[in-house]
């Protein structure tokens, strides 16, 4: 199946913080924070339109204190690894990816570092865009085409690193 990129939809931003304040009204001290990271938090850029929230918990296990919460939103368990969980869902017929991840983990930091930084630079978000819109062409398979990006990504959270304000928070 084609990978589908479309213009930024301003209804990303407001479907967001709805999403954002139910998510920590239901799981309250569980959530140490909540984020919304993904390309659709990107001003101007194309993305898939599903809009990614990261939700950062003290403890991963056990699932119960945000999988029920969640799932009590709409939030449907998708899928765990070794680093998150992961649910799907929508909120104002908006699809969303809700990724629960422990405090500190290095992948977490690393999408709030991407984001916070491609949000501060608009060059470099457009230069993200077009590395999409190429990669997009190429690859049918979701998969192969986050890991085709993946290089990139991790590039630019390296360069991010070393500046004094790259977004790393907790």
């Known amino acids: ?88 869902g929508s909120v104002d017929r908006v699809a969303f990816h809700v990724h629960v991840v422990e405090i500190g983990a290095d992948d977490a930091q690393a999408m709030i570092v991407f984001a916070n930084h491609l949000r501060a630079h608009p060059d470099e978000a457009r230069r993200y865009q077009a590395l999409k819109r190429q990669l997009a062409e190429e690859h049918d398979d979701t998969n192969v085409y986050a890991e085709a990006k993946s290089a990139y990504v991790q590039d630019v959270v390296r360069r991010a690193e070393q500046t004094p304000s790259c977004g790393r928070s907790a």
């Open 1 to 88: 199946m084609p990978i589908r990129l479309v213009a930024h939809d301003p209804r990303w931003v407001e479907a967001y913080e709805k999403a954002e304040a139910q998510i920590r009204d239901a799981l309250g001290s569980t959530a140490s924070s909540v984020h919304h990271v993904g390309s659709t938090s990107i001003p101007d850029i194309d993305a898939k339109p599903v809009v990614d929230v990261l939700v950062l918990v003290d403890a991963y296990d056990p699932e119960a204190p945000y999988r029920d919460p969640l799932a009590s939103l709409g939030f449907a368990f998708h899928h765990r690894d070794e680093s998150h969980v992961f649910f799907k």
